[in-house]
């Protein structure tokens, strides 16, 4: 018997990988790409598909997009769709809770896996309830002081991978607040490239987002401008 210690994203996404069956895929250019190459009109035929998740708070939407992005892992690792796919999760991660039970804080945790089998993560504080804490670039929202250099590093973490090519892109993000859709900053720009499908090559793109309930009829008629058919599913 092996019993792992699984108490992080990062073990837990190993474990899964390590479990699956997979073979690695030896086609350094995937059908699409060559598609793209062949028939370049083919490249604006992606097909785009958007769920968003929305709900009053405390009713579960970031456990519910969890689950939707563990189950489609398994699935795609189990039907070999990731030889030729990006798969990406921007995750928010509570720190220590306050007397009232509130978080202090968020970590944003993000991972990616690609066809070559790489995983790589990324974690970074990304706001604070201390008022010490904040910089002269920081914002502050709420009882919250956000550190906008950690979507800069994010961004930039990302860029080496956005520049190789896919067939597919599957993007889970939690969440899209008051940062990006009142001020389009945050993880906008990021999320925006991604929706106006700035990438060669691809066959199809999914997006599942967490999103308050105020802006979720903006958000959905954003992605439909994009030729998105977009899924809401509101928690109650």
Known sequence: MVIQDIDTLE???RALISVAPYETNTTLLCPATQKARQ???EVARCNRSARLITGMQGLGKTTLLHRTTFHQLIRLLQKED???SLF???SQVQTLRGPDGKALGFTVETFYH????NLSFFSQPLCTTEETAALSNSVKLGRYVFFPEVFTKLSTWLAME???QYTNLYLFIDELGILELNKQQGLWP???RIALNQ???LESIELVCTVRQDRCTMLKTYLQKHGYKVTITELS
């Not at 690609?114 to 089998?117: Q, V």
């Open 11 to 13: 073990s837990y996404i």
């Open 39 to 41: 028939y370049p009109d």
């Open 82 to 84: 990731l030889h030729t």
């Open 88 to 90: 990406i999760m921007i």
């Open 114 to 117: 690609e066809p070559s089998r």
């Open 162 to 164: 956005f520049s190789n």
């Open 190 to 192: 990021l999320f925006e």
């Open 199 to 201: 990438f060669e090559g």
